[in-house]
């Protein structure tokens, strides 16, 4: 396969460098400059199909952390041909990067664009409360995003607290078949909602919750793989227990902040939560002593273990030491 790919790169090459080399030779039998100016430029004679591999590579390359404009933008503005290929090109219109500085109109305009293939979004609707033009356009850019719900496969959802439990009574109508990434941050509690996503999402594998605890999620864990929570609005250790025991596939799982109460001191064997294929673990909490956790997990798979904003009282007494080693392997670093 990779051979493959390389032969035809490799001819593409060879193509561009052929086209470049006529172009050159046109321009010198040019008499004038306005002769040369209608001359077609060597990348206008590119096979389309060649274009289109070209701007899949590039806008596959890019990500919201960039803090640039869409690519895909950019492509659409060289000439008249690559606009056209850019629009056409559903692919291109499938990851999107949205905050509150775009139109509705815009928004539904890429998601057409995409036609029905699953769509990567991030979504930021935070803006400043006493802006009421920003409030009505996030949510009418919500109402388009939350449209496409059934072909969502990766969404980063950024909530301020003016929306938050309005798209949180949203959140909770709607279901996701084809999600496999969620990641959802709120920058202030949502009181009032049971749960988020309860007509179900059978495909997701990792999550991401902050300032929104793991009990308003509606779909079954049971597929997770990665799970990562940061709240300080925490649940009772039993609920988060139940919760833990469903996740028989979790490989990775952070807890950061407030995120479990009630830690048992000395649990007992009903209540030591098991996560037989955990190899990755991160816990960061200052109202507990981080060892503490760690005796309610087994976690047999465990190859890594990180401990963040260490003091003194983290560490555990001798007489812990053989507890601890009974629920974590000593592959463990």
């Known amino acids: 396969m990779t051979l493959h790919c390389a032969h035809n790169y490799a001819q593409m090459l060879e193509h561009t460098m052929y086209l470049c080399s006529r172009w050159a030779a046109r321009v010198k039998s040019k008499k004038s400059a306005s002769e040369i100016v209608l001359s077609i430029s060597p990348i206008e004679e590119l096979p389309t199909e060649i274009l289109m591999l070209i701007f899949e590579e590039y806008c596959d390359n ?39 500085q775009f139109s509705s109109y815009i928004v539904s305009v890429y998601l057409k664009r995409s036609q029905q293939l699953p769509l990567d979004l991030d979504l930021d609707l935070r803006y400043e409360a006493t802006d009421d033009f920003k ?37 909770r109508e709607l279901g996701a078949p084809l999600l496999e990434e969620l990641e959802i941050t709120s920058s202030s509690h949502v009181s009032g909602i049971t749960t988020i996503l309860d007509c179900g999402a ?12 793991l009990q308003r999620f509606g779909p079954a864990l049971n597929q997770l ?10 649940m009772q250790f039993t609920v988060f ?93």
């Open 225 to 234: 793989t990665k799970l990562d929570l940061t709240t300080n609005c925490p």
């Open 202 to 213: 059978p495909s997701l594998r990792h999550l991401r919750l902050i300032g929104m605890s």
């Open 241 to 333: 227990k139940g919760l833990c025991q469903k996740m028989v596939k979790l490989e990775e799982l952070t807890l950061r902040s407030r995120v479990v109460e009630a830690w048992p001191l000395y649990p007992s064997k009903d209540e030591i939560i098991p996560l037989p294929a955990l190899k990755v673990l991160k816990v960061s909490d200052r109202r507990w002593p981080l060892f503490i956790p760690l005796l309610s997990i087994s976690a047999p798979a465990l190859h890594t273990l990180s401990l963040y904003d260490l003091v003194a009282h983290d560490l555990p007494d001798t007489f812990m030491e053989p507890q601890l080693r009974d629920t974590t392997p000593r592959s463990a670093t």
């Open 62 to 100: 890019w990500s919201p952390a960039d803090k640039t404009s869409l690519p895909q933008l950019c492509l659409s503005q060289v000439n008249r041909q690559w606009r056209s290929i850019a629009v056409s090109l559903a692919s291109l219109w499938t990851k999107l990067a949205i905050t509150p």
């Open 135 to 171: 409030r009505d356009r996030v949510l009418t850019i919500w109402k388009a995003v939350k449209s496409s719900a059934d072909r969502w496969r990766r969404l980063t959802l950024q909530l301020g607290p003016q929306d938050a439990s309005a798209v949180s009574e949203d959140l």
